[in-house]
């Protein structure tokens, strides 16, 4: 099994070097990006990484030919929805759609996919995740994979794979609220996930060095308004009322990244003890402190999936 | 709750029956034995003419695309000439047969053209955007930026004076030109708009201004017509925004000031490119105020050229007003 986790600024990739995973030994590397935020020259160097990440793996000899990735949350849109209960599936995919479609500039360029979430009986609706990405990124991931003969068979967000790393190491659903908060560079995107009264909200936005707020998406702007996200920058996490908080960045040499990650240093989500359990090393220059490990906290989400 | 996404699965709704829905690849590069088998050097030499063989395929597929897109480019800026051509003739066809303005007001409208007011307007860098490379954005743009930004908080100021069931006939603002047409039920609100024009001597250069009794005596007519003034900027900062974040914080901006927002449309695709855009929105006078404060607080990748607020149904009592917005998207630096 072969892992690339696709971030802003870096990629971490990884290979398993046994079939079995009773005695895997896999090993995670990492590649830092020139440049990021604008999408097309993303997208060129993504996949001219991807190329020489994969003509790796061919020397490494693997031993299965399948591999998993995820991509930037913020290169796609997180959206939370209700639909009133009773509608057929197209029926559900047709309004999910419109909305996505009514909301969005150049929506024919968007892959996008409908999750079921829950069912709320007193409103007597169904609550829908939808996932918007764009196809060309999508497209290049998958067509370079099977160009070097490579088979693509799992596509995750960073964030939801961060959250998928939280769940198999902390009792979630027994919390009234948590937050999962991905911290970005100053005038980068900045992504929050929120649990509360049994419904997940996602909020990205921008933030400069003087903390002034501009907000991109927000599913729910009445709670988690701009005071609470000042609040956040601020490091108010006593204001914020979460029973459980948690924070992971990719970009931990950043020191506005840092500055907020050592004011709230019992919040950095540690993924080593799954990684462990998994029996993946990763160098020892990342070890030195919780910051850098917490980089891995997406991969490691990806690797537990299987 | 339990969220387990894959989006190498097939678009849609997914289900119990969803499967994996993989692109196929247009080129296959060849698994050579020598990577999995031993290496000889006879496996060798083979796997490197292939890679060779490869390497100029994509190089020429690489310049074909390139030359491709140049054309692209070359015949959209033919388009876009010939599209800006047609905007200015309908905008000047508009204001020509802008029908709802009363005549006496139209003719000073026309006249203050006719004599060249608006081509008077000292060129700034401001107007600069067009005759640049596509995608290049200069320090002259980030200027154009952050100077459109203030003019929204200029437009906010008043609006903010304007009382909330004014009937607005035409308020517009392009090239550093604004034009202010509307009815008020008392003469205060004409003379506090006065006030500010006049007293923001940094900002406007007032080349009319008079108030007047509507001819059924009902209504005070307040008649402007201003030169919005550029001062030298000294933040030079902005953050670049892709079309999907712009519509998000376009559209979150516009939710929290309580306006409704129509899907932001964009010219072209590319945004490598200096594109145009239009805004529509619907909101009250009080809602329009804060969502124009909010934006003209962020320096954006956009700058506002072209504003136009308007009293959807002149005969009704209505507390709303269309507004459309003309932007310019820029690329990033």
Known sequence: ?306 | MSISINLFNNKGLQTEDSFLDIPQSDVLIPQSPVIKGDVTDENKKKFDEIKKDLDSKILADEKNKRKNKDKKRLNAGVFFSFFLILLIGAGILYLFNYTNIPNKVFDKLSQWKTNGKFNETPKTDRDSGFGLPENYVTSEIVNQIIEKSKDLSLISGILELLPENVQIMDFYIKNDNLSLICLVKDIISGENIKFYIYNHKDSFKPELFYIEKTEDEKNYQITSLSNILVNPVTDHKYIYLEDRQLTGYLTATANQSGVEMEPLTISKRDPALIRSGFIYLTGSKSSIVHFFRSLSSKRINISYDEMEIKSPDTSSAKTVYDIKIGITIFPQK
């Open chain 1, 1 to 306: 099994m072969q892992w690339i986790s696709l971030s802003d600024y870096s990629i971490i990739y990884g290979i398993c070097e046994n079939k079995s995973y009773s005695d895997t030994i896999s090993r995670l590397f990492k590649k830092n990006l020139a440049s990021s935020a604008d999408s097309v020259s993303y997208l060129y160097e993504i996949k001219k990484h991807l190329q020489s990440i994969f003509s790796f793996f061919e020397q490494d000899k693997p031993t299965d030919r399948k591999v998993a990735f995820t991509i930037p949350s913020d290169k796609a849109e997180i959206l939370f929805n209700h639909v009133e209960t009773g509608l057929e599936e197209n029926q559900v995919n047709e309004v999910l759609d419109w909305r996505v479609k009514n909301s969005l500039p150049d929506s024919d360029k968007l892959f996008i996919q409908h999750y079921f979430l829950n069912k709320k009986e007193e409103t007597q609706e169904e609550r829908y995740l939808t996932v918007a990405v764009q196809s060309e990124l999508r497209n290049i991931i998958a067509k370079t994979a099977l160009s070097y003969g490579f088979e693509p068979v799992l596509l995750d967000l960073g964030i939801l794979s961060a959250y998928k790393l939280l769940s198999k190491s902390f009792p979630l659903q027994a919390y009234e609220n948590w937050g999962l908060w991905k911290i970005g560079k100053e005038n980068d995107v900045q992504n929050l996930l929120v649990f509360n009264d049994g419904e997940m909200y996602h909020i990205s936005f921008i933030s400069d060095n003087s903390l002034d707020i501009t907000v991109l998406q927000n599913t729910n702007p009445q709670k988690y308004d701009t005071i609470f996200l000042e609040n956040l920058m601020n490091n108010n996490f006593d204001n914020l009322n979460f029973e459980k908080f948690f924070i992971y960045s990719t970009s931990p040499n950043n020191i506005f990244v840092q500055k907020r990650m050592d004011a709230n240093a019992q919040q950095i989500i540690n993924p080593l003890p799954v990684l462990s359990k998994y029996k993946v090393r990763i160098e020892q220059k990342y070890l030195t402190n919780k910051l850098g490990v917490s980089q891995f906290s997406e991969i490691a989400g990806l690797i537990s999936r299987f």
